[in-house]
């Protein structure tokens, strides 16, 4: 898994996932983190929360998630975070943390229509 995404989204989207549901008994320890199809997601206490990402490599894995949260939030001083993962290590920047669970096998929660990056706006300009 290797991806880029807008720092302060990713935050949003744990702090999002991190909230108990009504009618949970128990609080999730740990995110669900995958990228696949342009996109990044969270899943935790019933919370599926998405954002779109530059997806070099599509993957997944779990991590605990206070730990996680609080790592991306040190790095106050960047806009975008790029997270890297494989079946033993989850990196971020100078930052590596153990993986649990990784995969390379993950589909979106849902159907996405991602667009066609085209030029055709430059022919229409010469025209």
Request: aromatic letters at 8%.
């Amino acid at each position: 898994m290797h991806f880029t995404v807008e720092r302060r989204r990713l935050v949003k989207m744990l702090e999002a996932a991190r909230r108990k549901m009504p009618g949970q008994k128990v609080k999730d320890k740990q995110v669900r983190l995958y990228a696949c199809s342009a996109r990044v997601f969270v899943e935790a206490n019933n919370v599926t929360a998405g954002e779109e990402a530059l997806v070099l490599e599509e993957g997944g894995c779990r991590q605990p998630l206070e730990p996680f949260l609080a790592l991306v939030k040190s790095y106050s001083t960047k806009e975008h975070i790029t997270i890297q993962a494989d079946e033993k290590t989850l990196r971020v920047y100078n930052s590596s943390r153990s993986v649990f669970d990784y995969t390379r096998d993950v589909k979106p929660p849902a159907d996405f229509v991602v667009g066609r990056v085209t030029d055709t706006w430059l022919t229409a300009e010469e025209k």
